[in-house]
């Protein structure tokens, strides 16, 4: 009956430190998640505005015929929009971020073939797609167009 009577109460004692255990990590989870509350997490407008100038670095790139620096802007609009459906799920716009999908691919396809008036035509559907989606998403008041100006001054768009 002792050795029993061992046996039970070394269980108990091994309980409650595990209770205790518990407990600790439970507070520690819980202050964790508070100071993970507060970091910062990029807006939707954010996003938008990266997408923004890319897509006018992507037109120079082409009219550059500059297919490096297109396809690595392509990839930045690309993980933007990633980013948006990854960090903005309380964001009912999100939902129409999938009309982008097919147009990406076609601009993605003419730059890989190199393709002038493809990569033009693409690119105009392109920024027609994005005003869809404003429309869509009743942002319609931001327009989106072909930008006639560099977004920087300081960058080579020209092939090298």
Do not use: P, R, V, W
């Given at each position: 009956m002792f050795p029993v009577l061992v046996v039970a109460?070394?269980?108990?004692?091994?309980?409650?430190?595990?209770?205790g255990d518990t407990a600790?990590?439970?507070?520690r989870v819980d202050s964790l998640q508070r100071e993970l509350s507060k970091t910062y997490k990029p807006g939707l407008g954010e996003f938008m505005s990266g997408i923004q100038v890319h897509h006018a670095k992507l037109w120079f790139a082409g009219q550059g015929k500059n297919w490096k620096l297109a396809d690595f802007e392509m990839g930045e609009i690309r993980e933007a929009v990633e980013d948006?459906?990854?960090?903005c799920t309380d964001r009912p716009e999100i939902k129409s971020l999938p009309m982008l999908a097919p147009t990406l691919?076609?601009?993605?396809?003419?730059?890989?073939?190199?393709?002038?008036?493809?990569?033009?035509?693409?690119f105009a559907t392109l920024t027609n797609t994005c005003n869809?989606?404003?429309?869509?998403?009743?942002?319609?008041?931001?327009v989106i167009k072909v930008p006639d100006t560099p977004p920087f001054s300081n960058q080579v768009f020209a092939a090298p």
């Open positions: 109460l070394a269980m108990f004692y091994a309980g409650c430190q595990n209770a600790a990590l439970q507070a948006i459906q990854h960090y691919d076609t601009m993605d396809k003419a730059i890989k073939q190199q393709d002038e008036q493809a990569f033009t035509s693409a869809g989606c404003h429309h869509a998403t009743s942002h319609e008041f931001n």
